[in-house]
């Protein structure tokens, strides 16, 4: 079955500085991959996602994640912190790739806190 | 609306009551999900409709977990004799269907229902 970890529960960052928030895959095939973020009392809203072609995939609110396929892993990332990205990132992969379900399968989730 | 509607938000329910929560997807959306999102967990799949058909309902943790989707949008998840364990928050989420296109995997939730239960 499809599955990504994400290694830290949460990440701690100045404002201003560059972010990293880490993800790895587990998949058979290609993976189809995506970032997601929860704001407080927000549903999810979706940020990016790599399905084929270049491996820097670019998104909302300045956000980027790049895809290595030697380690697995689709790594979320800003140049530039803003407090008010605060908030729940989750990293998913799509299941059963073979068919046409979009069902997603989400890793447990990474708070992400910037400080002035 | 222009965006995923649940209700209730908030749902505070007595160990063994029925519960019925309620999803009014984006207009025109083929795809709708449930998910269910345990206190410091990522989201897990329930159920899946295209249009009124229910083609996975792998993730329902059990048989006291139902969901309907009779004219193909709104769509209710029901719970009965709810239990301590079912204590989460139940999103909902819509998304065009286009499996293969360029909008696969874009998922618009919304702001989920939170289930309680004493």
């Known amino acids: 079955a499809q599955s990504v970890a994400q290694p830290e529960d949460q990440v701690n960052v100045a404002e201003g500085n560059p972010l990293t928030v880490k993800c790895t895959y587990s998949?058979?095939?290609?993976?189809?991959l995506f970032w997601y973020v929860q704001y407080p009392n927000r549903g999810l809203q979706f940020l990016l996602k790599y399905i084929t072609g270049d491996n820097l995939v670019k998104g909302s609110y300045g956000f980027e994640a790049e895809f290595n396929k030697s380690q697995t892993s689709f790594h979320l990332k800003k140049p530039s912190a803003l407090v008010s990205d605060s908030a729940l990132y989750f990293c998913a992969v799509r299941d059963r790739v073979d068919t046409g379900f979009q069902k997603l399968v989400f890793g447990t989730g990474t708070r992400l806190l910037v400080s002035p | 609306g222009a965006g995923v509607s649940q209700s209730p938000r908030y749902k505070v329910a007595k160990r063994g009551q029925d519960v019925a929560l309620r999803c009014d997807p984006i207009?025109?959306?083929?795809?709708l999900f449930w998910y269910q999102q345990a206190l410091g967990q990522g989201p897990e799949f329930l159920t899946y409709?295209?249009?009124?058909?229910?083609?996975?309902k792998s993730g329902l943790p059990s048989d006291r977990f139902f969901a309907e989707r009779p004219e193909g949008s709104v769509s209710t998840l029901k719970i009965q004799r709810t239990q301590q364990e079912d204590s989460a928050v139940y999103l909902c989420?819509?998304?065009?269907?286009?499996?293969?296109?360029?909008?696969?995997?874009?998922?618009?939730f919304g702001e989920g229902s939170r289930l309680t239960v004493l």
């Open positions: 989420a819509s998304s065009l269907g286009l499996a293969g296109g360029v909008k696969a995997g874009e998922l618009f």
């Open positions: 998949v058979s095939g290609n993976p189809y």
């Open positions: 409709f295209q249009n009124e058909a229910q083609l996975d």
């Open positions: 207009s025109g959306h083929v795809s």
